[in-house]
């Protein structure tokens, strides 16, 4: 692994700024391998060395990948002029430079969004060509009838003449719910899909990405890291 000077390390990890790192290591609060730092630019190997800030141990993530549950009011963006991005809910101590929602969902739509700083990765997840799976549950205007499903199933036309993949679809619980499995995303697709149907959305959710379902214990506005286990599922999925 590329060493790392100690402050930059110290910065991008603890989400401090490179003066508040230089600071830690002024007031001699950090350690390496359990000697006392002292030098800014020291340079660490952060995958072999011990490093502790304040007492605790630093467990170094090259990259951070976060489950958010996206309200509906709230735009998939970086910065916005007008309106609250995903990246403002995201808590202090998860924050790092470089972040970004991998994939956009529509400013009304719910769910789950896959927030990283892993441009890599995200490329992955968003290629058409790897047909990463998004799943979405749909409240719609009207019922759903079978013939309905069987044209989202064989990949229905939308409008401008565009065909989309064949979709999984069942109807969820109501007539007029249903959950949609894409293998890619078009610009508002699904509502684009019911329009197309001569329906229309009432409500979308995006509830996993795949193979990854979203944790139902994150109420809306809500995120968290996404473990080690469930980011192996998503890097199976990309290769696929
Ligand atoms: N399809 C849509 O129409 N909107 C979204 O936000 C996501 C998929």
Redesign the pocket.
């Known amino acids: 692994m590329q060493k790392q000077r100690l402050d930059k390390f110290l910065s991008n990890q603890l989400n401090i700024s490179r003066a508040d790192a230089k600071e830690l290591i002024k007031k001699r609060l950090v350690s390496v391998n359990g000697d006392n730092a002292k030098l800014f630019d020291m340079k660490i190997d952060p995958e072999r060395d011990a490093v502790s800030s304040e007492g605790k141990k630093i467990t170094y993530r090259e990259h951070i990948y976060i489950m958010l549950n996206k309200p509906a009011g709230v735009v998939c963006a970086t910065r916005d002029k007008l309106s609250e991005t995903v990246l403002e809910l995201i808590p202090e101590e998860l924050r790092r430079e470089g972040l970004f929602p991998a994939g956009r ?2 400013k009304d ?1 719910v769910g789950f969004v896959l927030i990283t700083d892993d441009g890599g990765f995200a490329h992955d997840i968003l290629s058409p060509k790897k047909h990463v799976d998004k799943k ?1 549950f749909a409240v719609l205007e009207k019922n759903i009838t079978e013939h309905d499903i069987d044209l989202l199933k064989s990949g229905i036309t939308i409008d401008g003449g565009e065909k989309c993949l064949p979709a999984e679809a069942v109807t969820a619980g109501k007539q007029n719910e249903i959950v949609l499995t894409l293998r890619e995303g078009k610009y ?5 899909m019911a329009e197309a149907l001569g329906n229309k ?1 009432l409500y ?1 959710k ?1 509830i996993n990405i795949g193979g990854l379902a979203l944790d139902e214990k994150l109420k809306e506005g809500e995120c968290r890291e996404i473990t080690a286990a469930e980011l192996e599922i998503l890097k199976k999925r990309e290769k696929n």
């Open positions: 969902l529509d739509t979405y508002h697709q699904v509502k684009r959305v979308l995006r």
